[in-house]
């Protein structure tokens, strides 16, 4: 088989295997457009599948010593499982491991990989995750097998949008969407290991996990731009001031107990003081695209029944966390009041 028909067969499986069913049946008008989106993403990625996979068909019934326009080397690839993270979206996915130690995730082994790859690792504090950025938007590129879509630079959030070249940065949209993100492990158990501080959106295809090794990972006399140093209090991401509003609290314990009988949104957070925890760790670090923290635009549909009225100095946002479906607000003088928490109603629909 050639290289480039290798190459198919190669990026049709990893990539099919992202792929499920997913339910229908939603309600609001908000929901039906998020569904919509969800099945028109669907729809092209099958639609690359296919051309990949009659590409493959053509490259196959040729002759062995057919030439190719590029010399390509290609290796097999399969995801040792799907990471089931807190984070069902990329909004309110922290930007870089470690800075939301609250974020839970959760890996279990794909039939055939052997249990036993697992033992020892619970010897070690850290491990790093080698993964496919699935949820690109970009992604379609890729299927077309050329690099005219490819960007040479990518806008940074903490530079207010300023551009520097990809591979000085770690953005998912790279020329191949592969990510390597470090994470405490919480606990291993028979084909299952449970990590902590994982950037890493829920069903996220793992290709690898290694251990983290101090001396070695860590012990460089490294040095990086001064826009990547710790995120502080002094940089523009920084949120000084996330509180629940009144109220907040006890409907948290209302929708959290009527959670645990919801088969579809199977949190990871034990409880609500958990959950808040983890909620106020990602809030903290202004999760806004550039775009909406430049514009401070509503980003709620006016149908939404919320706390915040006409208010122009309140702007209002939701994020999907664990399970939960959270609405807040943002005001001029950089504070966050979270106004309400209900079921994230679409989490079984985008993830069964």
């Keep these: 088989m050639s290289s480039y028909a290798v190459l198919i067969f190669v990026v049709t499986a990893v990539f099919g295997y992202l792929l499920g069913e997913r339910k229908g049946g939603l309600d609001s008008q908000q929901s039906q457009a998020v569904a919509e989106r969800e099945r028109t993403l669907r729809k092209e990625e099958r639609a690359g599948r296919t051309r990949a996979e009659k590409r493959l068909r053509e490259l196959t019934s040729q002759s062995p010593g057919v030439a190719l326009k590029e010399d390509l080397t290609v290796y097999p690839l399969k995801p040792i499982g799907i990471l089931e993270s807190c984070?069902?979206?990329?909004?309110?996915?922290p930007r870089q491991p470690l800075l939301v130690p609250a974020a839970k995730a959760r890996l279990k082994l794909r039939p055939g990989i052997p249990h036993a790859c697992l033992e020892g690792l619970q010897s070690y504090s850290?491990?790093?995750?080698?993964?496919i950025f699935h949820r690109n938007t970009d992604l379609q590129d890729l299927w077309r097998g050329d690099d005219r879509g490819l960007k040479a630079k990518v806008q940074v959030p903490k530079l207010n949008g300023r551009r520097v070249g990809v591979f000085a940065t770690r953005t998912p949209h790279r020329p191949n969407p592969v990510g390597l993100s470090v994470a405490a492990i919480d606990?291993?158990?028979?084909?299952?290991?449970?990590?902590?501080?994982?950037?890493?959106?829920?069903?996220?295809?793992?290709?690898?996990?290694?251990?983290?090794?101090?001396?070695v990972d860590g012990g460089v006399r490294a040095t990086a731009p001064k826009w990547v140093k710790d995120d502080?209090?002094?940089?523009v991401l920084h949120i000084a001031d996330v509180r629940l509003a009144d109220g907040v609290s006890a409907t948290l314990q209302q929708?959290?107990?009527?959670?645990?009988?919801?088969?579809a949104t199977r949190p990871l957070c034990h409880n609500p003081a958990e959950f808040t925890e983890l909620l106020v760790q990602v809030l903290s670090r202004d999760i806004r695209s550039l775009h909406q923290r430049l514009q401070h635009v509503n980003a709620v549909p006016q149908h939404v029944n919320h706390r915040g009225g006409n208010d122009p100095h309140v702007s209002q946002y939701r994020v999907m966390l664990d399970g939960m479906d959270v609405l807040y607000n943002f005001d001029k003088s950089g504070s966050i009041e979270v106004v309400d928490v209900d079921i994230d109603r679409l989490y079984g629909e985008t993830n069964s």
């Design 87 to 93: 984070f069902r979206q990329r909004n309110g996915t």
């Design 126 to 131: 850290h491990c790093w995750i080698i993964y």
């Design 187 to 215: 606990s291993v158990d028979t084909d299952t290991v449970v990590f902590r501080g994982a950037d890493v959106v829920d069903g996220t295809p793992v290709l690898d996990i290694k251990p983290y090794i101090p001396y």
């Design 232 to 235: 502080n209090e002094s940089s």
């Design 255 to 263: 929708r959290w107990q009527e959670s645990l009988t919801d088969k």
